[in-house]
C-alpha cells in the first residue's frame, strides 16, 4: 500500500548559511555566555558569591566541608566500596549479579559457588571490584537486594599499581571492619 504524497514529510536540512558557515556567531554566543558566567560570578566587588571551597588536600580534607542536602549535613560525594557481613559475621552478598548487571562502567566481577549455608543458595567465591574503572555512580548500591555493598565517604584510595586497585572479597570485608561504625550514604 504506497503512501500517500500529501503524507509525505521532507526532513531535507536547509543549507548552512554564510555566517552559519563561519560559525562565528557561535563562537560570539559561546563568548557571551562566558563573558555573563564569570560577570555574575567574579563581578560583584570582587568577591565570590557562589561560596566555592577550595581545599588544599592533602592538609586539609573535604571532610571538614559542611554541605546541606536535605536538612542534614552529610557529605557529596561516594567513596570506596565495602561488602557487608550480616549479624553471624558472613558475607550478606547471595551472588545474585544484580550490582554487576546495573554497573555502567562494567568494573564488577563475580563468581558464584553453592553455598555451605542452609539461609541462601549461593555466595560470592569471587567479588572483584575494579576501583580504577568505577565511576562512583551509585547503581551497584541501589540494585543491590540485599544491602550487600556499599559506598563509603572514603575518598582516599592510592596505589602503585593497578593490581593494588582491583579489590577483592577480602579488601572489601576488611574496608567494612574498617567502616562498620560510620554509616555510609
Known amino acids: 500500500m504506497p503512501i500517500p504524497d500529501d503524507q509525505i514529510v521532507d526532513v531535507t536540512p536547509k543549507p548552512l548559511s554564510r555566517g552559519e558557515n ?3 556567531p557561535s563562537i560570539i554566543k559561546g563568548l557571551g555566555t562566558t563573558m555573563r558566567h564569570f560577570v555574575e560570578n567574579f563581578g560583584r566587588n570582587g568577591s565570590n558569591q557562589k561560596n566555592i571551597w577550595v581545599v ?4 586539609q580534607k573535604r571532610d571538614d566541608r559542611p554541605v546541606e542536602q536535605g536538612g542534614q549535613f552529610r557529605p557529596t ?3 570506596v566500596h565495602r561488602l557487608n557481613k550480616d549479624e553471624d559475621g558472613r558475607v550478606r552478598c547471595v551472588a545474585c549479579f544484580m550490582c554487576a548487571t546495573a554497573c555502567p562502567a562494567n568494573c564488577i566481577h563475580i563468581v558464584a559457588e553453592e553455598s555451605p549455608w542452609e539461609d541462601r543458595e549461593k555466595y ?4 572483584d571490584i575494579d576501583e580504577l574503572r568505577c565511576i562512583y555512580c551509585g547503581m551497584c548500591e541501589e540494585a543491590c537486594p540485599v544491602d550487600a555493598i556499599e559506598l563509603t565517604p572514603h575518598y582516599e584510595v592510592t596505589g602503585l599499581t593497578r593490581a593494588e586497585l582491583i579489590f577483592d572479597k577480602s579488601k572489601l570485608l576488611e574496608i567494612y571492619d574498617q567502616t562498620a561504625a560510620e554509616k555510609p550514604m
Do not use: N, S
Not at 560470592?124 to 567479588?127: D, E
Open 56 to 59: 588544599q588536600y592533602p592538609e
Open 77 to 79: 560525594f561516594r567513596g
Open 22 to 24: 563561519l560559525f562565528v
Open 124 to 127: 560470592p567465591k569471587q567479588f
